[in-house]
T-cell receptor, first 111, second 113 residues
């Protein structure tokens, strides 16, 4: 079983739609959580950190459910420019800076 | 401008021919690491370094070497590349203890024939 699992997609949605991705992690000692965005053939870039209380950044909302060990990312009012792969990332409590990446979920926003 | 640079960006080579991929960062970050990314497997860490002369294995270190003689540089060495090392490689750096400060380099696409 992978440590961080994501549905690879692709999720094909029309512009303006709301789309949600889930990610599950296997290690209950995971302490920090992030969503990264990766455009085709480019480097991953941090989209947002995920806090226990949930957090929002414009059209993006991240939630953490420690009991069920999953993280979610909600994108409202999808734009064409949101088309990318979204990577779920976790860090163990004692892992220093070492991050574990999910395989990513591909989003394609269509006109 | 804060950045991580990698060279070369693209490389096609043959089995057994030693190669080095360079990585340099200008942010005075202590932590540097190398990842490989393969379809269906996501990003997997190869090696990491917490400071000068301090390196350690990640999840997939076999067939790779690294060195950290200077804070800004963290080269990845393939002494005898094999076709299963064909992959997309990313270098990354961050402040120690602050993984949310992580920057990735632009990637190196390596093909080993």
């Amino acid at each position: 079983r992978k440590e961080v699992e994501q549905d690879p997609g692709p999720f094909n949605v029309p512009e303006g739609a709301t789309v949600a991705f889930n990610c599950t992690y296997s290690n209950s000692a995971s302490q920090s959580f992030f969503w990264y965005r990766q455009d085709c053939r480019k480097e991953p870039k941090l989209l947002m950190s995920v806090y226990s209380s949930g957090n929002e950044d414009g059209r993006f909302t991240a939630q953490l459910n420690r009991a069920s060990q999953y993280i979610s990312l909600l994108i409202r009012d999808s734009k064409l420019s949101d088309s990318a792969t979204y990577l779920c990332v976790v860090k163990l409590d004692n892992a220093g800076n070492m991050l574990t990446f999910g395989g990513g979920t591909r989003l394609m926003v269509k006109p | 401008e804060a950045q991580v640079t990698q060279n070369p960006r693209y490389l096609i080579t043959v089995t057994g021919k030693k190669l080095t991929v360079t990585c340099s960062q200008n942010m005075n970050h202590e932590y540097m690491s190398w990842y490989r990314q393969d379809p269906g497997l996501g990003l997997r860490q190869i090696y990491y370094s917490m400071n000068v002369e301090v390196t350690d294995k990640g999840d997939v270190p076999e067939g790779y070497k690294v060195s950290r003689k200077e804070k800004r540089n963290f080269p990845l060495i393939l002494e005898s590349p094999s076709p299963n090392q064909t992959s997309l490689y990313f270098c990354a750096s961050s402040l120690l203890g602050q993984p949310d400060t992580q920057y990735f380099g632009p990637g190196t696409r390596l093909t080993v024939l």
